[in-house]
């Protein structure tokens, strides 16, 4: 068994370029347990427009926990079922996305989880399943149909072909393996060691050195495609595309890039895309202390706003302003009784909204149960979601000394009032709050479920406000009356298309660097392409295809 795990952490070491192999000098970095090559910049606004874009820096990205729970899935389909694996969270950047390259590292734990999904991975795969995966392990299991486990699955794992040398050192493992404790170990072992290579834990995006910049390989270019995209390790099929040439001109990788995303793995990549920005996930867990059986309402709510998201981005292809503005949601009956609209044809069905009722995605009953406490409505909450998210501001870091916001006291004070007379009144909280609380007063015709209504605690509710501006807080973009009025006068803004283009770019690229995605990023602006066409567009930017030297 030592020597077992000894050559594992030998052929991982190998593939780290740890054995000191005299290529690495001519690559821009080694792999070396980081995921930044050339290191990392400070990250930029993402809002900031450049006009041109520009090319990043050579990286190896680590995979997400759900990057690799896919990939495993995918490339082992006959046995995932038998396996179980505990993978923790990954860290999410100050953009709100799990997958930032410079900050999925391999710590000790994630080593060790590596090492425990390998092994899980090679019990599964060793099992009942083998005989389907790999028919001449029932008829001739030897070294040859080993060669022909790690040729097929190697390849899926590694998203390139194995060099013979590879092959060499991890069919010694499986000789070592299975001398000692028969095929199917042999293949357990063989499966760990792979599941656990650098070359499968990490996305490689450096390239050949080509005229002072690195060309992407054509391996590379399938894996970024595949993962940017769907989520998950490239098929075979888009990496014999790749082989083929298929992919070598920025029309080929946006048509592909499209095609991806309409894909059931695609849709689920703008789902996480989505989620990520807008947090509307967060309402599955929350609770309502004065709203009985909430708790049988939180997950229609959050397909509810899935399913609106869908219709308005990909169904009719549309882009900032139409999810800001949308008319209609998506509701089952249930939720449709809930928020008193009328009954939807069907479950999720598109449903006109009730004039005077809220429209766009600012109105979804997820998105704003998410930004509320669990007995009222949250101004701050709801104004520093549209501050952070849809207009890229920086919000203040909360000062220690801030005392807990108190109760609100229906009868006495409307949730507004209340907020004005601790948040606004205070010379010490007015600096801040006067950022986003403004912005927060748009939404107090909904409750802390999203729902429509009318009194506050028995009290007039007034949504009269404005959008501060910035830096200046004090100078109005615009004034509103209603949550219909604040979504339309952001549609009508430059800064919303700007701020959330930027982050779409940065979750794609997995990186917060500048310029990577200004080609069709004008279009998107000018409201002539939707968010589908935006995020294919990202494919065939200069940056999908190389980097610049660090």
Known sequence: MRRLLGLIGLLTLAACG??????????????????????????????SVCGQSKIGLPRLRRLSRDELLHTLEDVFPEAKSAWTLKLSADPISKHGFDNDATLLSVSNQTAGELDEAGKAAGAAVSGPALANMLPCSTSAPDATCAGQFLDKYGKRLFRRAL??????????????????????????WLTRALVQSPHAVYRREIGVAQNGTYQLTPAEIATQLAYDYTGTAPTEALLGKAEAGQLATPEALEATARELLLSEPGLRTIERFFDAWLHYGRTASVTKANIPNFETLRDEMVAETRRF????????????NELLTAPFTTPTPTLATFYGFPAPASSFAVTSRPAGRGIGILAQGAILAAQSGPKASSPTKRGVLVMDRLLCRVVPPVPPTVPKLSDPMPGQFTTRQHYEEIHLNDAGCKSCHTRFDPIGFGFEHFDETGRYRDLDGGLPINAVSYMPGYPDPAQHLFEFASQEELAQGLAAQKAPYECTTGLVSTYVNGVAEACLGETKRGAFIDRQVGFVDYLASLAAEPHFRQRRAP
């Open 163 to 188: 060099t013979p040398d590879e092959k060499t050192k991890y069919l010694a493992l499986f000789t070592q393996a299975s001398t000692a404790k028969g095929f199917p170990a042999g293949i357990a």
């Open 309 to 320: 998201i869908g219709e308005v981005v990909v169904t009719q292809n549309g882009g900032l």
């Open 18 to 47: 740890g054995s000191g192999d005299k290529n690495d000098s001519q690559q821009p970095g080694g792999m070396a347990g980081t995921s930044g090559v050339g290191g990392s910049e400070p990250g930029p606004d993402p809002s």
